[in-house]
């Protein structure tokens, strides 16, 4: 459809009154695309420090029905997820992210949670993936697609459970999506995942589990340093 | 309160002049009572809303430049109507964007346009008014002054200051009463639903009484009111700040 | 989509005598979207200086978009995606079916997209055999009833909950004729459960696209279902349709209008999954499509640039407009006839679908202009409805008797003495009629007004007589 391309072109030139925009013109706002300067940024979570930001963070997960359990190292990880399964009267097996980033996390003293590495498939009941960073304005969990962070983890199971390290938790979204842009080229998908799936398609009354998980646990990992893939560290 | 003395002419509105001549003068009493001259110039008639909001632009703007004309050397212009002053604040100096000879006569009879109780309050510096009434009431806003004027704590504080009055905020008092100038002739069902719930919204409240500061919305509610056999009073808020509710029955109340 | 934009008047009339539709819209007013807007507006005290944020980026991105477009092509395809572009509905239409045709599509998930229904995509592939089925729980029970959207982000919103049971009851003829459907949770399980196979089956998901990043050629989707996810993630292809003016030139600015988005719309802080999408899937991915592709519609959004409805270009569908709207919330959205309704609908469709087609939508407004108080981007939509209103007059599409009265009016009202004259005489007159009961049951030619109110008396004189007689007793100047 290239004639359409260009007639779409040549309209909105017509209608702006101007032809193309000149060269200098062009180079400053190629520039300003890439210096992606900020907006207007609330001061809701930028203002607080760092601890600040975490408890923030969890108030706000918690207010869009996540429920969260704050744990003080990995090491305590897998009893607050058995836990967590345990009293939600789910059974004790879950698929879990590949990612390289949950390796430090000592599933071996709970063997009795059956664990499958992988994407999700339509049988699993409960998912269980790392995080890419948590924005503490909205308690918006950020999560990108990878080798070994499919994406159908965060949407097909009923359950959703998010790892969270104390370091990846910032304030804004413009914070998390920098600490992208630094990691390499874009994602296939970034999602934004704040709270559990809803609907309040019929009467407004809010009904969780539309589509997506109708359980989001979150763990956040107080002591948590982010294990990168390919690197190790603790 | 301003004590420097001011020439100003009433914008009487079309509605006020054909059924509520009291609410103008009200209003003069009021602007007196701070300290203005008033004067009321004959060859006034219409802002020109109708026609505007009609699409009849230049209908609007020969009225409108009959208007800048007849009003000019005053200090200020205030009319007991927050769609007429907003009309001639707002829209005039739009209507003639175009016309470099208009634009700035527009723009200067707008500066010095004013709603009434805005005029008092922040122009004036009125804070409380003389008078009594023995009522429990609530107020409406009209639609064009809260959003084009602003109007909106000042006749609050005005009324709160009447003796005997206990004013109760009507739930809703932001959402439009239906009037609409043309609208509610062009299309009555929607607002017949409209000022129905209006009416609700009033009689929920249990006040005896219905304020506000435009006259279209008073007839559109008082009609409704009356039609649905409630004897809820309602009055400008002019007559009761001038303290003149004893001058005139509510509106469409017989004698 | 066709329109009945046209017979507005009547549609209304339908729509305020519908007890479910008025139960329905109760349940906005009272204690829904507005409600909750206000909540969450409150909370965030900067969003008064967001608003004018969004509008100079919207602003800015319009002054420049030709330029965001290519640069936005550009990126998509570095990062693996193809970009076809769509003068008409027709080209759009015919470029999806291009793209399905090729994959062997048989069944098409889709996420909601105002876009699709503009260019009327559903009908358009059953008819070439291929099957769409709409994913959103509110698409997925109109598309069951055969209805339009009724709202933007609601699109059942004009249902109670009987209805939508009966609506499954009659569709789902497979399950347990009665079983309990009286609760939304078990209407949602239920079109949960039917919907999963579906999305799992799909050959292509298509979905609208909230904002588009020129920066990194990126789509932004807004749900809170997730059903935009998996209709994007599950497919071999994914196809994003979306209009030219929902370009933004980075991430950042699309964070800035992320922020008044969800709170604009629904009263939420942020959705439940606002997800951006660059391309198909990498390699070594484990899940995602195999293509990418976006189709870009202008269907009249270029001619509107630089005139009289630019503004409206600048909208970011949250729907606020609606459902602040006292006309919107008496009539509902199927009376607007088309695929937008309330105060944008009122000033898009005429644009979109020429005026003459439209002619009632401009008018059907009071102008309270409360709308435009809550626009995110702080668009003038009262001002744009009096430009459609202009148009009107222009083009005598008003019927003759408003446009007779009117010239009479302003032809009155230029003669001040004849005036003056007149409203003595009316003034007199009125009041001497109407006696003392002070009001009028009715009057024949204000026949609009007295058929659902009284019309209260004049007081007998007019203020300009009396105020002249006042001035000759030397009592004022």
Redesign the interface.
Known sequence: MSGARADIIASIRRSLRRGRVDAQTEAELRAQVAAHRRNLIPARAAALDHSGQIDLFVAMAEEVQATVARVPSVEAVPEAVVRYLAAENLPAELVMAPDLGLDDVPWETRPLLRIRRGRAEPEDAVSLTPCFAAVAETGTLMLVSGPRTPTTLNFLPDTHIAVVRADQVVATYEDGWDRLRADGPLPRAVNFITGPSRTGDIEQRIVLGAHGPRRLHIVVVENGQEVRNGEGQE | MEEKPARVALF?T?L???????V??AA?KLLESAGC????P?????C?Q????????A??K??AA?VITVFAGYDYVVAPSGSCAGMIRQHYP?AFADDPVMLPRAQELAARTWELVSFLADVRGMQAVAASWERTATYHDA??GL??LGVRDQPRLLLGSVEGLALRELPGA???C??????????????????D?KAADITATGADAVLAGDLGCL??I???L??RGQSIEVRHIAEVLAGMTGD??P????? | MLATSRNFAANARAGLADQNLQRALAIMTQSGFPLRRRDAVAKLPEFEALRETGRTIKEHTLAYLDFYLELYEERVISAGGEVHWARTPNEARAAVLEICQAAGTKTVTKGKSMIAEEIGLNDFLEQNGITPVETDLGEYIIQLRREPPSHLIAPAMHLVKEQVADTFRAAHRELEPNRPLAEPRQLCDEARALLRPRFLAADVGITGANFLVAETGSSVIVTNEGNGDLTQTLPRVHIVLASLEKLVPTFEDAASLLRLLARSATGQEFSSYTTVSTGPRRPGDLDGPDAYHVVLLDNGRSAMLGGEFHDMLRCIRCAACLNHCPVYAATGGHAYGWVYPGPMGAVLTPGLIGIDEAAPLPNASTLCGRCESVCPVMIPLPKMLRHWREREYAKKLIPPVWRTGLSLWSWVARRPALYHALSEIASRGLGWAAGRRGRFRNLPFAAGWTSARDLPAPEGRSFHNLWAERVKRGANR
């Open positions: 009487v079309c006020v002049d054909l059924f509520r001549p009291t103008g003068f003069v001259t008033v004067e009321v004959r060859a006034q008639t219409c020109g109708p026609a505007y909001n009609s699409g009849d632009r209908g609007a020969a009225i009959q739009e639609c064009s959003r084009e932001e959402t439009c239906g009037f609409g100038g043309t609208f509610c002739v062009k299309y009555p069902d929607i607002s017949d639903k409209m000022v719930d007839l559109n008082a009609g409704k009356l039609r005139v029955p509106i469409g109340s017989g004698r």
